[in-house]
């Protein structure tokens, strides 16, 4: 009896992650990151650092959310965050933003092996492949035309665990996410912070903790995504 209730909450939980695929996440606010999270840049690159500020602090505000945390759409929030403080001299804040988005990081270190990318990447068109102004290649170069925004689920698939231990139960959904921007985010919070650590970084436990989550697969096997 308990096995076969067990299946039948797992085959429940199965169709509605189908369900689930079938229909992403809708509307701009759930895009990973958010679409008007690059509104604020232009704010950031004019040295309007107290305005680009206001905006990534609103963005990380509406974030998404796990059970447990947030989600790594908040590492460019935090990473942001930390590069206003960070042109404007306040070191403190902007290791404190950087701790905070390499903490989820960490957390998440193996988001991209979920990632949805495409099977193969397809030629560019001639239109795509602009001329150098400065010669000609000789090498006759193939470039491909990759995506800017690929599905990447949030949320349980296997609840067998969940349902034979117990705990929270969280629908998985796919949200499009942009991963150029998220790695981006995270190598530059790497890089800021540990210029800012100096020496003691290699002393640091969350530093020591990323090391490991590096020497883990962060990508699917063989894949063009780890270039």
């Known amino acids: 009896m308990r096995f ?7 085959t429940v939980m199965g169709l509605s992650f189908l369900a689930a695929s079938s229909c992403p996440a809708q509307g701009p606010e759930r895009r990973t990151p958010s679409a008007t999270y690059y509104n604020y840049f232009r704010f950031f690159y004019d040295g309007e650092y107290k305005d680009a500020l206001r905006g990534f602090q609103s963005e990380s505000r509406g974030s998404i959310k796990t059970t447990q945390s947030r989600w790594i759409d908040s590492i460019c929030y935090e990473t942001m965050c930390g590069e206003c403080y960070y042109e404007v001299g306040a070191l403190d804040k902007a290791l404190q933003h950087y701790t905070n988005a390499l903490t989820l990081y960490s957390r998440f270190s193996d988001w991209m092996v979920n990632v949805r990318f495409p099977a193969t990447i397809r030629l560019a068109s001639v239109g795509k492949q602009k001329a150098v102004p400065w010669g000609a ?7 491909g035309q990759y995506p800017t925004s690929v599905f990447l689920a949030q949320g349980q698939i296997d609840m067998t665990g969940i349902l034979e231990r117990g705990g929270i ?14 790695v981006r985010a995270t190598t530059l919070a790497l890089r800021r912070r540990a210029e800012l650590l100096g020496p003691i970084g290699k002393h640091d436990e969350l530093s020591n903790r990323l090391i490991t989550a590096f020497n883990r697969p962060v990508g699917p096997p063989n894949h063009w995504s780890q270039c």
Request: proline share 11%.
């Open 169 to 182: 139960v969280q629908q998985a959904n796919l949200f499009p996410v942009t991963p150029q921007e998220i």
């Open 4 to 10: 076969t209730l067990l299946a039948s909450v797992i």
């Open 137 to 143: 290649s000789t090498r006759n170069p193939r470039l």
